[in-house]
């Protein structure tokens, strides 16, 4: 299975900042996800990370708010820019592992509080 | 695009009690994934399972496709099963997964 980390696992920012959450595979993938969890929901998809060409974003989600890059088949980031306490939540951002049976692993999440 | 229904919402049993967890989604898929998020955020596969039946210990999930659910049963539960269990067919239109809300379970000792 894949093995996922992300940086940091949790952060208190305050508003109107940005913070640039990292995610590392350990073997290459071509379909990498990000979700958001707020507070008592479930997850939600914001974008699919492209490698070499721009993300593909859900209704509902901006690449100006969410900036995505993926340099390679192994990394990504997310941006979450000029915060709110709304944008209080978990982002996760996970993969699908096609060495298999194109199950999808999760990252351990960044817990993200604006103040 | 795909809905997804997850029955019971809440849940408390006692330690050694029995559980069965249900997921109707509504239209047909081809992959179904069953999580279980623990009290600190973590994500933890239980079972890949779009069909058939699947058993991993004391947990056995069972995906009918043809009628549009799934079922997530646990034996002989245990406190560290305590957390939420999420139900996930793949059926968003960039090939993620759609989450239900959720089974938020509680196992008192």
């Known amino acids: 299975s894949a093995v996922i980390s992300q940086k940091p696992s949790r952060d208190i920012c305050q508003r109107g900042t940005s913070l640039t959450i990292q995610c590392q595979v350990d073997s290459q993938v071509t379909m990498m996800f990000w979700y958001r969890q707020q507070p008592g929901q479930s997850l939600t998809l914001i974008a699919t990370a492209n490698q070499g060409s721009e993300a593909t974003y859900e209704s509902g989600f901006v690449i100006d708010k969410f900036p995505i890059s993926r340099p390679n088949l192994t990394f990504s980031t997310l941006t979450v820019s000029n915060m709110s306490p709304e944008d209080s939540s978990i982002y996760l951002c996970?993969?699908?592992?096609?060495?298999?049976?194109?199950?999808?692993?999760f990252g351990p999440g960044t817990r993200l509080t604006v103040l | 695009g795909i809905q997804v229904e997850q029955s019971p919402p809440d849940l408390i049993l006692q330690e050694g009690a029995n559980s069965t967890l249900r997921c109707n989604f509504s239209?047909?898929?081809?992959?179904l994934q069953w999580f279980h998020q623990n009290p600190w955020g973590q994500l933890i596969n239980l079972f890949y399972i779009p069909s058939g039946t699947k058993q991993n210990g004391r947990l056995s999930a069972t995906t009918v496709a043809t009628e549009r659910y799934s079922l997530l049963y646990i034996s002989s539960s245990q406190t560290t099963d305590s957390g939420v269990y999420f139900c996930a067919p793949r059926g968003g239109s960039q090939g993620n997964l759609i989450f239900g809300k959720g089974t938020k379970l509680s196992v008192k000792p």
């Open positions: 239209d047909s898929v081809n992959n």
């Open positions: 996970s993969v699908e592992w096609t060495y298999t049976d194109d199950e999808q692993f």
